[in-house]
Each structure stands twice: as structure tokens, then as C-alpha cells.
């Protein structure tokens, strides 16, 4: 094994990682303030969408990148989606679709493993 293959799956297992992480801590720290809690669901939405959008960068160049790019991109759709809705518009029916989105993008950083 080459070692740009073994910095490719320690960077993919860095990622997952690190989405696990922020989804635990998501939870974890919630304000009850509303107002607060829509820019703070804006703020997670776009700090996800910039780091996976460089991930897809790095989806390109790995063993299966049309199944990395896939589920990178669906979660996003899903996550970052769901989020900036609630945030814009204070309005939570598509806030079951985080979960979704969040467990893609985690699939889609253990699919860059491959």
C-alpha cells in the first residue's frame, strides 16, 4: 500500500470522525433562545456544506469516487438542506431529514476508504 493511500483512508476516517463529533456535540449544546437557534442551525449548515464540499475534492481522486461523491452529495442535500430550510424560515418539517443526510456523509467519508 502506497502512502497517499494510507494518508487517503486516514484523511476519510478523519472525516467521519469529525462529522460524528458535531453531530454529538449538536446535540448536546442546544439554545433556547429561537432566534439564536436558527443563526446557530445556519452557522452547522454552512460550516458542513464548505467542509464536505472540500471532501468531494478528495472524493474524486479515491477508489470509488461516483459512490463517495454520491452519498457526500445526497448528505449534503439532506443535512445542510434541512438545516438552512429551518434557519430561513423557522419551520421544522424537514428536520427528520438531518439525521438522514448526516449518516450519508459519514458513509460517504468511509466510502472514500475504499
Known amino acids: 500500500m502506497t502512502a497517499s493511500v494510507v494518508v487517503r483512508r486516514l484523511a476519510a476516517l478523519s472525516g467521519t470522525g469529525a462529522v460524528a463529533a458535531g453531530a454529538y456535540g449538536a446535540h448536546g449544546f442546544k439554545n433556547s433562545d429561537p ?6 442551525l445556519f452557522e452547522t449548515a454552512n460550516k458542513y456544506h464548505f467542509y464536505h464540499s472540500f471532501a468531494l475534492l478528495g472524493a474524486a ?9 454520491a452519498l ?26 438531518a439525521p438522514v443526510g448526516g449518516v450519508a456523509m459519514i458513509a460517504g467519508w468511509l466510502a472514500m476508504v475504499l
Open 61 to 69: 481522486h479515491c477508489g470509488k469516487p461516483a459512490l463517495a461523491g
Open 35 to 40: 432566534e439564536d437557534y436558527q443563526r446557530v
Open 72 to 97: 457526500l452529495i445526497s448528505g449534503m442535500g439532506m443535512f445542510c438542506g434541512s438545516l438552512y430550510h429551518q434557519a430561513l424560515t423557522g419551520d421544522p418539517a424537514l428536520r427528520k431529514m
